[in-house]
């Protein structure tokens, strides 16, 4: 007990143990590695191994407490499930020995309390033991039958703290499913339960009433048959609540619910915790009445959600919420059908102003709803197997689950929306409902697809992995269907990033900021990319986004260029085959771009008042000017005038004679800077591509995607240190230029950047009958045009300043050239 437990080793079996669910070779390991460690059994008298894996345990469990159990569930069943037709079972040994080195541990910490030194650490060790044997119990509750009677004085345990509380729920949770197990259990054990139980219900909070309420069911129901015990609890706050209702349907003005409110929300819970696990219309409850509790209850509850009063309506419709979850649901799914139902529920999930809570209850609702259909399926399933020779299966047929898929159509698009909340509570319980609905079938999984890989995008590494893990599942039955939404996907992703972006300032990015800097998307590229076909066709549509006719916002181009600079590409193919393609719309939407700034300036340019005789001068010469210009760019290079790229005199008075031109209406400038965003972020992208791949000119210019697959199927030299940083992007969006004044300043820039881009186009593709000269001046023109769109940074950061930079210059006028001559 003094042994001080291992951070380090416990560390790296949470981060193990969390795999269990991922792929066939991964999954076999972490099933290997912790049945060697937890679940091969111990020579009984070895006490000190035992008490080592114990506190290992224990530690484990006690540092997932906020994450969830799943993992733990996950990994028991498939040991034991292993060895199910087994003569010799090591894993069933080992964790009968566990279970009941655990109850010794709990009695000692029990003992140990006492000492005020150690209290606080004792107690967190008691809850940990306790919730482990609650997990075996989950799995395996024959373990804990003998127990059963050590862990019931553990209900009277006075609360202080919350580890006190979570020492009761758990031991409710255990007696739950054990003292049905029992054979012959002692009547005065059976009462001291129900009595304890009792006095928590109707002494402390939800969650203790809820636990208890719940172990009261499976005691009373299938062992005890105390139903009068029950009767009388339920018509004392049954009553409570009609007495209430009366008082103010006499004087609504009166502040007789405000006065009582504890009460009413005390009764409230408690009729409807009741509800769930025990049905009043029985006789065994009412006897031969003929008044119906479930429409009286359904009545009741439906009055405090249409109150007049705002505080009273809410708490109403929050716990008529939580009654549907406990009663309607279980009991009769049917009511979820009702009108007035449908437009609650719709209204809660649909409304971005609800109250966070009412949106969790809702959703907690369906999740409660489908996990009760998943344990009576698996019973189903056990008692079929035990009759199936004298069935016959044509007389089979499942009306429940027909009646959980119709319920769950008819909330699914309000479910998968909740995956775009600021909360991320909101995002696990809706995540929750779409794992149950497709793991038992419900609705076709295709719909589901892009929202799965939005929600793999979460900050949360359990919900991350858990969205995931669906879509491993779908791919696996269903192949293709990845593939099919995976733009949609990449789309919806940044719709949730939107969501979730706590600085609306800053622009949404589509890589993670930590040192790993992974794109969001990685795992979708990754199930992708195997299939030579599939990777490519993504990879095109997400580089047709960047398209001058696409009209995609600048601020999603951003997260999606993210995601490209930092896809796990793993052979040289992957990436030159996006370069490849970046050349060709840099070519084809380079143009566009430079054709409609020039007509929206002529055009606004015809629209403007008739000019006086001196204007009219200026501005012949001015048109003069640019025609000359005009025509001098569209003459052969060779008989071009020599462009002097050093002088700086000329690009000032080229952009003074832009600025002349300019219209009043500044519109087309809005729009040159807001599509010319796509283009800057693909010149940036090649770029940084090319860095961090190490590759040369002449491979990036010799690329061929008809090549054979062979050809390019090395592994990438990544190098370290290259980060994709589009500057010019950045701020634009920062700056929200889209939306702002327009400035002489910012005119200024916007015109030089038309100027760069001219220039480049020019030079984007060199005639090969050149002599050397003039390929030179063209190469150094290009790189200088480059230079400058990309903002003149380091090497780094993408920018092509050095000599090795400079060299994708030539590559992107050769690389476009030998894409056109092939």
Known sequence: IEQPSFPKITEMCVKMIRRVNDEEGIKKLVNETFQKLWFTPTPHHDKEAMTRKILNITDVVAACRDTGYDWFEQLLQNLLKSEEDASYKPVKKACTQLVDNLVEHILKYEESLSDSDNKGVNSGRLVACITTLFLFSKIRPQLMVKHAMTMQPYLTTKCSTQNDFMV??????????????????????????????????????????????SCLGAVVNKVTQNYKFVWACFNRYYGALSKLKS??????????????????????????????????????????????????????????????????????????????????????????????????YNSILSDKNCSVNLKIQVLKNLQTYLQEEDTRMQQADRDWKKVAKQEDLKEMGDVS???????????????????????????????????????????????????????????????????????????????????????????????????????????????????SSNALCSHLYSMIRGNRQHRRAFLISLLNLFDDTSKTEVSMLLYIADNLACFPYQTQEEPLFIMHHID???????????????????????????????????????????????????????????????????????????????????????????????????????????????????????????????????????????????KQTLDFLRSDMANSKITEEVKRSIVKQYLDFKLLMEHLDPDEEEEDGEVSASTNARNKAITSLLGGGSPKNNAAETEDDESDGEDRGGGTSGVRRR
């Open 168 to 213: 009761i729920c758990n031991v409710a949770k255990i007696l739950e499913l054990v003292v049905p197990l029992m054979e012959h259990p002692s009547e005065t054990f059976l009462a001291t339960i129900e009595e304890d139980l009792m006095k928590l219900i109707i002494k402390y909070g939800m969650t203790v009433v809820q636990h208890c309420v």
């Open 247 to 344: 008082q103010h349907q006499e004087d609504p003005n009166s502040t007789i619910l405000t006065a009582n409110k504890p009460a009413l929300l005390r009764s409230l819970f408690t009729v409807g915790a009741l509800c769930r696990h025990f049905d009043f219309d029985q006789e065994d409850f009412k006897g031969n009445s003929k008044v119906n509790i479930k429409d009286k209850v359904l009545e009741l509850l439906m009055y405090f959600t249409k109150h007049s009063d705002e505080e009273v309506q809410t708490t109403g419709i929050y716990l008529f919420v939580q009654w549907q979850g406990r009663f309607a649901f279980i009991q009769h799914p049917s009511l979820m059908f009702e009108q007035e139902v449908k437009t609650l």
């Open 401 to 515: 689950s027909g009646m959980s898929s119709s319920i769950m159509q008819l909330y699914l698009k309000q479910v998968l929306e909740a995956f775009f909340h600021t909360q991320s509570s909101v995002r696990h319980f809706a995540l929750n409902v779409i794992a149950l609905t497709l793991n038992q079938g419900l609705i076709h999984p295709v719909q589901c697809v892009p929202y799965l890989i939005a929600m793999g995008t979460d900050p949360e590494p359990s919900m991350r992995n858990k969205a995931d893990q669906q879509l491993v599942e779908i791919d696996k039955k269903y192949a293709g269907f990845i593939h099919m939404k995976a733009v949609a996907g990449m789309k919806m992703s940044y719709q949730v990033q939107q969501a979730i972006n706590t600085c609306p300032k800053d622009p949404v990015r589509g890589f993670r900021h930590d040192e």
């Open 584 to 726: 060709i719309t840099l070519s084809v939407s380079g143009s566009n771009l430079l054709q409609s700034f020039k007509e929206s300036m002529v055009k606004d340019k015809k629209k403007e008042r008739k000019p006086s005789s001196d204007e009219e001068t200026e501005s012949d010469s001015n048109s003069g000017s640019e025609s000359e210009s005009e025509e001098e760019a569209s003459k052969p290079r060779r008989l071009r005038k020599r462009v002097d790229t050093d002088s700086d005199s000329d690009e000032e008075n080229d952009i003074n004679a832009v600025m002349k031109c300019l219209p009043e209406n500044s519109a087309p400038l809005i729009e040159f800077a807001n599509v010319s965003q796509g283009i800057l972020l693909l010149l940036m992208l090649k770029q940084h591509l090319k860095n961090l791949c190490g590759f040369s000119d002449s491979k990036i210019q010799k690329y061929s995607p008809s090549e054979s697959a062979k050809v390019y199927d090395k592994a990438i030299n990544r190098k370290t240190g290259v980060h994709f940083h589009p």
